[in-house]
C-alpha cells in the first residue's frame, strides 16, 4: 500500500491484522513497516482507537496498545479459512510472499493448497509477545503421546513454519530440554512475569548447522534422474541445503524426500538424501 494514497478503511485493514497476529500495536512498529512519521503514525493509530474503542487497552511501561478479550471475541466463531487467510495477509505485509487461492481472479499467482492448520490468533500473538519479551509462559497442551490436556511451563525463543504447520520451538521444565510445541494443540497461554533463563543461544539443535545433500533417487532412469536434477538442482547432480538440526525432519518431510532408497521407492519419493547416515541422527525417531 502505497501511504500517500491509502484510505481509511486500508488503513484499519492493515491495522487490525497487526492487532490480531502481535497482539499490540505501537508507533515506531506502523512507521517500520509502512514507512511513516510518528504523527502519520499516531493519526492511524487513533483512528482504529476511535472507531473501535473496546479492542485496545493502553499499557504505559510498554508505550503501546495491547489487544482486549472484546478484540478476540471476534474470532472465537470465525472459518478456519478466514483465520488462515488473515494470517496470509499478515505475513505477507510483515515481508512473506503471499498468494491467495481466494484471489477473484486478477492475480498470477495461485496456491493450489488451502491451509488447514492456522493457528489460533491469539494463542500466535501471546507466544510472539513472550519471545519478544524474553518471558516464559504457562500453557495447556495436548499430544499424540499425552492426549488429555496437561500443562507445561515452557521458555520459547522462535515460532516456526515447517510445511503446513506452526509450532513453537521453547525449553520445556518438565522435560528439561528444548522441544516443538504444534500451536494447533496449545488449548491455552498464560503469560508469566518471571523472565526466561533459557534462549535460542543455549538450544543446541536451534545452533547445530547440518549439511543435507540431495539427489535424483537412484531408481529413476538417466532421462528421468535429469529431469529432476533440471527441476531442482539447476542442472547439476546434487544440491546441499544448509539447515538448522531441529529443523532437518521438517526439511526432509516437506520436500519428500527418501532417507532409504531401498524401502522408500521412486516413483513416489523423486528426491534421496545421499549423506542419510549423518543426517539420521537429527530425525524425530532418532
Known sequence: MDPRNDSPQQRLTLLELLLVWEGRIYRSRVCELFGIGLPRASQWIKEIRDLNPTWMQWDSKSRSYFVTADFYKRYTKASQASISESLSRYLSMVGLPYASALDDGTGVMWSATPSITAPSPKTFASLGHAIRQAKAVDIEYMSLSEPAPHRRTIHPHSLVLAGRRWHVRAYSETNQEFRDYALGRILEVKPLTRPSDRTRFDDPDWNTKVKVRL?????????????????????????????????????????RAAMDTEAQHAPEYLIAIENAREVSKWLFNR
Open 215 to 255: 539427489v535424483a533417487h537412484p531408481e529413476l532412469s538417466p532421462e528421468q534422474a535429469r529431469v529432476i536434477q533440471t527441476e531442482y538442482f539447476n542442472g547439476t547432480s546434487s544440491r546441499v541445503e544448509t539447515c538448522r538440526a531441529a529443523l532437518v525432519p521438517y526439511f526432509i518431510q516437506d520436500i
